[in-house]
Nanobody
Framework: QVQLVESGGGLVQAGGSLRLSCAAS????????MGWFRQAPEKEREFVAA????????YYADSVKGRFTISRDNAKNTVYLQMNSLKPEDTAVYYC?????????????????WGQGTQVTVSS
């Protein structure tokens, strides 16, 4: 089992940047494929990005491609989401998730473990 704790959210102006971090417990972090999701008020949770266990393969939602970068440091048991050129429509609670299956999933129910989320608010 793995426990996930997100951090790095906050309030930023449109066009600004934030870096989210997700720290994982456990000694087998590299075996988990990791994903970032977000949920805006009154909207369904949506996929943002995913990364393979080694970090060599990444996958992005079209809405963030070219602006967001997912990465991981397995030595630190941490996955990151660098968010640049932020827009008001990026405002949401951002969640990281861990998947025991070696597949890059964009479907949230495929993930096995979830963090508590961190709020990102982008002002116009």
């Amino acid at each position: 089992q793995v426990q996930l704790v997100e951090s790095g959210g906050g309030l930023v102006q449109a066009g600004g940047s934030l870096r989210l971090s997700c720290a994982a417990s456990g000694r087998t972090f590299s075996r988990y494929y990791m994903g970032w999701f977000r949920q805006a008020p009154e909207k369904e949770r949506e996929f943002v990005a995913a990364i393979s266990g080694s970090g060599g393969i990444t996958y992005y939602a079209d809405s963030v491609k070219g602006r967001f970068t997912i990465s991981r440091d397995n030595a630190k048991n941490t996955v990151y989401l660098q968010m640049n050129s932020l827009k008001p429509e990026d405002t949401a609670v951002y969640y990281c998730a861990a998947d025991e299956s070696p597949i890059l999933n964009r479907i949230d129910r495929r993930y096995d473990y979830w963090g508590q989320g961190t709020q990102v608010t982008v002002s116009s």
